[in-house]
């Protein structure tokens, strides 16, 4: 087990360093100069010589390998830079900003599970039923749809119903949870919506396998009662692909918010991230990146040994 994690977590080194390299070329590739956002150039009001001492100043008149050797060694020390935009250092803002997208993942994790698995059942113990044709087809079109789409359509529907706006202070959790709550129910719903669709479709799908075993069959007849086939012949042994699930959707929730908390405009990593690459914030933009690719690897190692350790059947050998 001690290997296979050394493993995991090796391969987890690798792809962070991919990730590194990927963010810094691609913040250099896109069109903008951060030298020309600094500077207010746009109005054409800056001569070449004062671009030119912008960006001696910030670096960016180097090699790029120079640069991202520089950008490396402050990263592998924890020291993700400052921001060009706001003069902060990064790992402040972040500090700042992520307990609202933490809440909005776990809110929207919390949604997905909590509708998700009792859909998937019902829609499995009635199989084939219109009941269960209109929970896929509702599925099927979580899956489809974009969470910042069905971003837009709750907007929409709020304004229209409700006249509602933007808050334009956004209460931390710590501060008043139930406005807090009410607050970030309305995003977590949005992103959480394909989670919720992705676990009823497993859901469904594992305890169609398991209700056709002749252990079930072998409940039935010795007449025990229905609930309890269901619940814990059925979904007490469906249960563990759909948490694997559980613990991959939570990593990718965190990817997802960039573009849903900017239709929102919730102040957390998505949109500090978004508004780091509309402004060529490279120190920010590539820190909350990382950031970001950080979670989602510590959750998928997570996720991989918590498998052996939730299924006795699964054994991990040392390579």
Request: net charge neutral; glycine share 10%; proline share 4%.
């Amino acid at each position: 087990m001690l290997a296979y994690l050394t493993q995991r977590l090796a391969v987890g080194a690798v792809s962070l360093f991919g990730v590194a390299v990927a963010v810094f070329l691609i913040m250099r590739v896109i069109p903008g100069d951060a030298a020309v956002m600094l500077s207010g150039a746009g109005g054409g009001v800056v001569s070449e010589q004062e671009l030119q001492d912008v960006r001696h100043k910030l670096g960016l008149d180097r090699p790029l390998p120079v640069q991202f050797a520089d950008w490396a060694a402050k990263v592998a020390v924890l020291q993700l830079g400052t921001s060009l935009r706001t003069g902060n250092r990064v790992i402040d803002d972040a500090a700042r900003r992520f307990p609202y997208t933490l809440q909005i993942v776990v809110m929207a994790m919390v949604l997905a599970v909590v509708g998700g698995i009792p859909l998937g059942v019902l829609s499995a113990y009635r199989a084939g039923s219109w009941l269960d044709q209109g929970l896929r087809l509702v599925s099927i079109g979580g899956l489809a749809a974009p969470s910042f789409w069905i971003g837009l359509i709750i907007i929409l529907g709020l304004i229209w119903l409700f006249e509602w706006s933007a808050p334009l202070v956004w209460e931390p959790f710590w501060v008043s949870p139930l406005q807090s709550l009410s607050q970030l129910v309305w995003p977590a719903l949005a992103v959480g919506f394909r989670q919720l669709a992705l676990i009823a479709r497993m859901t469904r799908s594992m305890m169609l396998e398991v209700l056709g075993e002749d252990y079930v069959r072998t409940a039935r007849a010795k007449g025990v009662a229905e609930a309890s086939v269901v619940l814990r012949h059925g979904l007490q042994n469906a249960l563990l692909p759909v948490v694997t699930v559980i613990g991959f959707e939570f990593s990718a929730l965190f990817g997802g918010l960039i573009v849903t908390e900017s239709v929102f405009s919730v102040p957390g990593l998505g949109q500090y991230v978004v508004d780091s690459i509309l402004n060529r914030d490279y120190p920010a933009a590539q820190g909350i990146v990382l950031i970001l690719a950080s979670f989602v690897v510590v959750s998928n190692v997570t996720v991989d040994m918590m498998y052996g350790w939730l299924d006795p059947r699964v054994r991990v050998q040392d390579a």
